[in-house]
């Protein structure tokens, strides 16, 4: 193994971390280094052979063409923040060049990420290549296809936009294929559905993943293999989840960040409490306050972590009809219920012909109602700080005043307990990370296995290790700059067959 000078050797830290005592923390910095060079490492090599692929050049508002992306920009019924014209005009760089963009973009949920991705799609269409949208679930696919339709109607465009999801009917399927790969579809917006041999694209010229925490790195990349004549589409990845630095740093590495760092107009902070069993009247005074938002004309979502059994949304249904909620206009959705009835579900409540939507958490991304004032997240222990940070961007849409009350059955002063006050002391998204990097570790950010709990990396602490990250950084972009080779020999161990993917898991 490569052996900067001021470490032991390799051989010498194996040793000496089950013989020696007296230097442990020396040898096992060395070893959180190795860890640390071999990501660094990996995620060079893939910069690095990004730069040998080619893409076709896309031009912003290219001759002769519609200019698509000036047209919606003028028809805006907002102004663009300076961070959203900042960010265009550098993905519209990004996609001019002659070599992949591979651009990750994140910012808060309602930040404005979904403009900016219509806007670089329309950079695409205009010089006459496809692009695709990647979501991770059904209802949010779906919800991307009504929302990005509604866009371009609004500003005169005339494009055609083409879903497909795993749900659909065989004939629905057949339609949307033959629209794909016969070019028809500008911009196809679909689930893991789309990643699929059986998919064929006409010419597909940009790749947009959203949601980036639930694809793995394998997914990501099955795309990049769909262009025309062996030319690579670009890429773009967003996620609503700010990604602490070290994460960024290393699991990241392969792409340029751009971070929106401001909201909209409109937007409006939210505030969170802890609503614990283990002070009832808390309960009490957070269903009161629910009921005077209502009286006010305003909406609620109450959330639970399951279907079926006791805190489940058909129980939580039941009862809240029958007590607090007696004489309220309540709606249930949930995973199981069909397409055609979550779509009518999610339009009443959207139309405000519902005060109350009670939910699992599928209203997690892509529900957008801005007379919603107050979500309940029910059993919040039970969730990822991300989910419910993502959860909690649920309220706050339509410039009103707006709570988030993350109920909880954990024990006082025990660590979910801990975890979930923290959840509500901050509304910063890079914050919540934090909690969630130090309370879960990394996770399986490379691969599709998302939980921390088993740790292939023993030594490298992402919370703490920075100095000792950057270091690698430097070393591997040096070694991948002037020994190709060496630095392939030095990750063979990782994935005896490409490199291509580090299951972390």
């Given at each position: 193994?490569?052996?900067?000078?001021?470490?032991p050797?390799?051989?010498?830290?194996?040793r000496?971390?089950?013989?020696?005592?007296?230097?442990?923390?020396?040898?096992?910095?060395?070893?959180?280094y190795?860890?640390?060079?071999?990501?660094?490492?990996?995620?060079?090599i893939?910069?690095?052979?990004?730069?040998?692929?080619?893409?076709?050049?896309?031009?912003?508002?290219?001759?002769?063409?519609?200019?698509?992306?000036?047209?919606?920009?003028?028809?805006?019924?907002?102004?663009?923040?300076?961070?959203?014209?900042?960010?265009?005009?550098?993905?519209?760089?990004?996609?001019?060049?002659?070599?992949?963009?591979?651009?990750?973009?994140?910012?808060?949920?309602?930040?404005?990420?979904?403009?900016?991705?219509?806007?670089?799609?329309?950079?695409?269409?205009?010089?006459?290549?496809?692009?695709?949208?990647?979501?991770?679930?059904?209802?949010?696919?779906?919800?991307?296809?009504?929302?990005?339709?509604?866009?371009?109607?609004?500003?005169?465009?005339?494009?055609?936009?083409?879903?497909?999801?795993?749900d659909?009917?065989?004939?629905?399927?057949?339609?949307?294929?033959?629209?794909?790969?016969?070019?028809?579809?500008?911009?196809?917006?679909?689930?893991?559905?789309?990643?699929?041999?059986?998919?064929?694209?006409?010419?597909?010229?940009?790749?947009?993943?959203d949601?980036?925490?639930?694809?793995?790195?394998?997914?990501?990349?099955?795309?990049?293999?769909?262009?025309?004549?062996h030319?690579?589409?670009?890429?773009?990845?967003?996620?609503?989840?700010?990604?602490?630095?070290?994460?960024?740093?290393?699991?990241f590495?392969?792409?340029?960040?751009?971070?929106?760092?401001?909201?909209p107009?409109?937007r409006?902070?939210?505030?969170?409490?802890?609503?614990?069993?283990?002070?009832?009247?808390?309960?009490t005074?957070?269903?009161e306050?629910?009921?005077?938002?209502?009286?006010?004309?305003?909406?609620?979502?109450?959330?639970?972590?399951?279907?079926?059994?006791?805190?489940g949304?058909?129980?939580?249904?039941?009862?809240?009809?029958?007590?607090?909620?007696?004489?309220?206009?309540?709606?249930l959705?949930?995973?199981?219920?069909?397409?055609?009835?979550?779509?009518?579900?999610?339009?009443?409540?959207?139309?405000?012909?519902?005060?109350?939507?009670?939910?699992?958490?599928?209203?997690?991304?892509?529900?957008?109602?801005?007379?919603?004032?107050?979500?309940?997240?029910?059993?919040?222990?039970?969730?990822?700080v991300?989910?419910?940070h993502?959860?909690?961007?649920?309220?706050?849409?339509?410039?009103?005043?707006?709570?988030?009350?993350?109920?909880?059955?954990?024990?006082?002063?025990?660590?979910?307990?801990?975890?979930?006050?923290?959840?509500?002391a901050?509304?910063?998204?890079?914050?919540?990370?934090?909690?969630?990097?130090?309370?879960?570790?990394?996770?399986?950010v490379?691969?599709?296995?998302?939980?921390?709990?088993?740790?292939?990396?023993?030594?490298?602490?992402?919370?703490?290790d920075?100095?000792?990250?950057?270091?690698?950084n430097?070393?591997?972009?040096?070694i991948?700059?002037?020994?190709?080779?060496?630095?392939?020999?030095?990750?063979?161990?990782?994935?005896?067959?490409?490199?291509?993917?580090?299951?972390?898991?």
């Open positions: 193994p490569f052996t900067p000078p001021d470490f050797t390799f051989d010498r830290a194996l000496g971390i089950h013989q020696d005592g007296t230097n442990a923390y020396t040898y096992r910095h060395r070893l959180a190795n860890e640390a060079l071999a990501l660094a490492l990996v995620m060079e893939r910069r690095h052979d990004t730069t040998t692929r080619h893409a076709t050049p896309l031009a912003p508002n290219p001759t002769g063409a519609p200019h698509h992306r000036e047209t919606l920009i003028n028809n805006l019924p907002y102004t663009l923040t300076t961070g959203q014209q900042t960010i265009i005009n550098t993905i519209a760089t990004d996609l001019n060049s002659p070599h992949p963009m591979q651009r990750l973009l994140q910012g808060e949920v309602g930040s404005g990420k979904t403009i900016i991705a219509l806007i670089a799609m329309l950079q695409a269409v205009e010089n006459g290549k496809q692009c695709a949208l990647l979501a991770p679930t059904s209802v949010l696919a779906h919800q991307h296809g009504h929302s990005l339709t509604e866009l371009l109607t609004n500003a005169g465009i005339n494009l055609t936009i083409t879903t497909l999801t795993g659909m009917t065989p004939t629905q399927k057949n339609h949307a294929l033959l629209s794909i790969i016969s070019g028809d579809a500008n911009i196809i917006i679909g689930t893991h559905a789309l990643i699929q041999d059986t998919v064929e694209f006409f010419d597909l010229g940009l790749v947009i993943i949601e980036q925490h639930r694809f793995g790195v394998e997914q990501r990349d099955s795309l990049r293999t769909k262009g025309k004549n030319t690579t589409p670009h890429l773009l990845v967003m996620t609503a989840t700010p990604i602490p630095r070290t994460i960024a740093m290393t699991f590495g392969d792409l340029n960040h751009s971070t929106l760092s401001e909201l107009g409109g409006r902070p939210i505030k969170s409490y802890v609503v614990p069993e283990y002070l009832p009247k808390y309960t005074r957070a269903y306050v629910m009921r005077e938002h209502i009286h006010q004309g305003h909406q609620i979502y109450i959330v639970c972590p399951r279907i079926n059994g006791p805190g949304v058909l129980e939580t249904h039941q009862h809240l009809s029958e007590t607090e909620f007696k004489n309220y206009r309540i709606g959705l949930h995973g199981q219920l069909k397409d055609a009835d979550k779509d009518t579900i999610m339009r009443q409540f959207a139309n405000g012909d519902l005060d109350i939507l009670i939910a699992t958490t599928v209203i997690e991304v892509g529900i957008d109602v801005p007379n919603a004032t107050i979500i309940m997240i029910r059993e919040s222990e039970n969730l990822g991300s989910q419910l993502q959860l909690r961007g649920r309220v706050g849409r339509g410039g009103y005043d707006s709570i988030c009350f993350f109920h909880h059955t954990a024990e006082r002063g025990t660590p979910a307990d801990k975890r979930i006050w923290q959840m509500a901050t509304t910063d998204g890079f914050q919540v990370a934090e909690i969630d990097l130090i309370q879960r570790h990394e996770g399986d490379l691969g599709t296995s998302q939980s921390g709990t088993n740790r292939k990396i023993a030594f490298l602490n992402l919370a703490r920075i100095g000792l990250i950057n270091r690698a430097r070393d591997a972009k040096n991948v700059a002037h020994n190709l080779d060496l630095a392939r020999q030095l990750i063979a161990g990782i994935d005896d067959i490409t490199q291509d993917y580090l299951d972390k898991s």
